[in-house]
């Protein structure tokens, strides 16, 4: 059973910096492509970043990029979100998943209902 746990969330002001980390279980995952999305109150969720945890491709939404910076480290099955120069618009609950076996790449991977596994989710709030 894949399990996937997303920890650093937190409460910090505008400009500032937090990382997110997704410790991932139950299987190798060498094949996958993980994905983080985010959810605002209100608002539907949405594609933040992916990466193939293969040969370490990425790709980012436009609001994000340059700012985020999506990584991999396979020894540990983990994959993070180094977030810097936050918004209060990146105020959402921030969520992992996973998309099995080369089902699409970093660049394809932008659909939710693309991933098959989901964290439990871990609140981001941005003050200004």
């Known amino acids: 059973q894949v399990q996937l746990v997303e920890s650093g969330g937190g409460l910090v002001q505008a400009g500032g910096s937090l990382r997110l980390s997704c410790a991932a279980s139950g299987r190798r995952f060498r094949s996958d492509t993980m994905g983080w999305f985010r959810q605002a109150p209100g608002m539907e969720r949405e594609f933040v970043a992916a990466?193939?945890?293969?040969?370490?491709?990425?790709y980012y939404a436009d609001s994000v990029k340059g700012r985020f910076t999506i990584s991999r480290d396979n020894a540990k099955n983990t994959v993070y979100l180094q977030m810097n120069s936050l918004e209060p618009e990146d105020t959402a609950v921030y969520y992992c998943?996973?998309?099995?076996?080369?089902?699409?790449?970093?660049?394809?991977?932008?659909?939710?209902?693309?991933?098959?596994?989901w964290g439990q989710g871990t609140q981001v709030t941005v003050s200004s």
């Open positions: 990466i193939s945890m293969n040969n370490g491709n990425t």
């Open positions: 998943a996973r998309s099995p076996d080369y089902s699409c790449s970093a660049y394809e991977c932008r659909d939710e209902h693309q991933y098959d596994y």
